[in-house]
């Protein structure tokens, strides 16, 4: 790794304190959010306290010093509310609990405390499209049978045939199979169905029932009050169904994802929901946030859940589902930024998350989707993986890092069978469920198995390390400045001192090469190689870091990102 900036340390001062929960410090600037570097957290895979091997929030306390040592603004926590488990925790029964295995509410409130204590801002995942089946109002709707007002708050629905045996609509469940399950009455005959876009286990609720937005209305005050920085909210896009639940009339609907509006997804609906949460955020001082999960057919529909009085920001998965192709990065670049532009939101910008094959190991393989399942060139995808990631720290809007990312995690693509967890792995068809391969413990340090994730003598993590993660422990990349830690902390403490970076709405795209993007922001540019083959190019300014270290006076390495100032 080349570089001019010296690599940020533990004694780094010049982040404020958020000193009173959730309220910028004196002097801060507002708009926190425009421009913030956001680091998801997978509870169970971050940090391990007690030694059962389930990562928890007093092992994500624990741990917060590396997050604020490698630069970013933000974390954002997936689910660790009261919950079966059955979907990794996106199946909650009580959205004000935290579930035993991740702690007590006392652990949330000091997890909250510490990270504002250190300059980190907490953003929770919110999950109302859909509730566990253990949640007391689905429970207490299963045992009062039809007619209880309990059935409301979900899609209970008879079936269609002779005797109801067949679903009440033809669609498909996310996960595979049918979106419906039939119940029992409490007289052991064969009931009514209910709907569920995810397993059996997830019903959705019905948002035109009264109670659900209230509900949730008071969940959302509920967390702000704890002090939490914003919500990231889960299938955002799903809440609101179209009237009469009508067929979509296809199989394999799947498929259809993010190519049309569904009658149950990105229904126009939802934006009244996101209108009067965003009233309750904007009572609460220091600017608390809505980001949406909305898988959307267009970058445009994407911007409808953010403009100016409803969500602060919404995922880009187009970026994320873009390979790494110039001529394509340019165009989802430059899409993105003018589909945000008129609604005065920032663009976000985002290679991995828990969802998807880590982008190390998605960039060693041909162009494929999101979840592959073999490992590819490993030497050949972290090349590439480095140079997207300061690609992406270099365009203007918002940046989401995965958890270990900035360790150059593969995905762990052969994991046995036996020790798999992903819901959708056990059912015929649906997702792909090699979600579990992304979601692998982090190595903090030593060199044997748990690394670091928790103590060795209570055993091994909850999904096995690979023994080669030994050599890609935060101990041990610390202090190697060729090491993927390190070009992170350098890229980020760069974009942190540049004002270039982040801000704004729009680059200035140079001449350059085929395979190559270069523009400029101000008195900084990034040359982009996505060739195979090093590439002649005149030198913009004076170096400030490179993806790589095989470097050239006038040459832009293969498959590498380097940052100018001019």
């Known amino acids: 790794m080349t570089q001019a900036s010296t690599t940020r340390s533990a004694a780094d001062t010049s982040r404020p304190v958020l000193a009173t929960a959730g309220t910028p410090a004196a002097g801060e600037p507002r708009g926190w959010w425009r421009d913030a570097v956001i680091y998801q957290v997978y509870p169970r895979s971050f940090a391990d306290a007690n030694g059962d091997g389930m990562g928890d929030l007093p092992g994500i306390r624990s741990r917060l010093p590396h997050l604020r040592d490698l630069g970013v603004d933000a974390v954002w926590l997936s689910p660790f509310y009261a919950s079966p488990q059955a979907d990794a925790g996106y199946d909650v029964a009580d959205y004000r609990a935290v579930d035993p295995m991740f702690g007590t509410l006392l652990d949330a409130d000091a997890l909250i405390r510490d990270a504002h204590a250190l300059g980190l801002r907490i953003i929770v995942d919110l999950v109302p499209n859909h509730s566990s089946d253990q949640h007391e109002w689905f429970q207490r709707a299963l045992r009062e049978g039809p007619g209880s007002p309990l059935r409301d708050r979900y899609h209970f629905r008879p079936g269609r045939g002779t005797d109801g045996e067949l679903p009440p609509n033809d669609w498909e469940s996310i996960f ?6 039939r119940t029992e009455n409490p007289d052991g005959t064969p009931g009514e169905w209910y709907l569920h876009l995810f397993a059996p286990e997830q019903p959705d609720f019905n948002w035109d029932s009264p109670a659900v937005a209230d509900e949730f209305r008071s969940i959302l005050r509920f967390w702000l009050d704890m002090g939490v920085d914003g919500f990231r909210v889960d299938v955002a896009h799903g809440l609101v169904k179209a009237p009469g639940l009508p067929d979509l009339g296809t199989h394999d609907q799947l498929k259809l994802l993010g190519n049309d509006v569904m009658p149950f997804f990105d229904q126009d609906g939802v934006h009244e929901i996101y209108r009067a949460w965003r009233k309750i955020l904007d009572e609460y001082p220091g600017e ?15 911007a409808n859940y953010v403009r100016p009085d409803e969500m602060h920001q919404a995922f880009n998965f187009q970026y994320l589902s873009t390979y790494w192709d110039a001529a394509g990065l340019r165009e989802v670049i430059d899409a993105s930024l003018d589909a945000m532009r008129p609604v005065g939101a920032p663009t976000t910008w985002v290679l991995s998350n828990h969802d998807v094959t880590r982008h190390a190991t998605r960039f060693g393989n041909p162009p494929g989707g999101t979840q592959l399942r073999t490992p590819g060139d490993r030497e050949l995808g972290l090349r590439r993986a480095r140079a997207a990631t300061l690609l992406m720290l270099a365009l203007p809007g918002s940046a989401y890092l995965y958890q270990g990312e900035e360790l150059g995690l593969p995905d762990v693509t052969d994991l ?4 798999r967890q992903d819901p959708s792995f056990f059912r015929a068809s649906g997702q792909d469920g090699f979600r579990d391969g992304c979601r692998v413990p982090i190595p903090w340090s030593g060199d044997a198995a748990p690394y670091g994730f928790g103590p060795v003598a209570q055993g091994p993590s909850w999904l096995p390390q690979p023994a080669e993660w030994a050599a890609l422990s935060v101990e041990a990349q610390t202090g190697d400045p060729n090491s993927t830690l390190e070009l992170y902390r350098s890229a980020l403490a760069i974009r942190r001192q540049r004002p270039e970076l982040g801000a704004g709405d729009r680059v200035q795209w140079l001449d350059a090469p085929a ?52």
């Open 176 to 181: 595979g199979g049918p979106a419906w399950t």
């Open 288 to 302: 608390r946030i809505l980001v949406a999960e909305a898988w959307t057919p267009t970058v445009e529909r994407t």
């Open 416 to 419: 046995p069978d036996e020790v």
């Open 515 to 566: 395979g190559v993007l270069m523009f400029r922001r101000g008195d900084f540019v990034c040359t982009v190689n996505t060739t195979g083959q090093p590439v002649e190019l005149m030198v913009p300014g004076t170096l400030l870091l490179s993806s790589v270290e095989d470097r050239q006076p006038g040459v832009l390495p293969a498959d590498s990102t380097s940052w100018w100032a001019v």
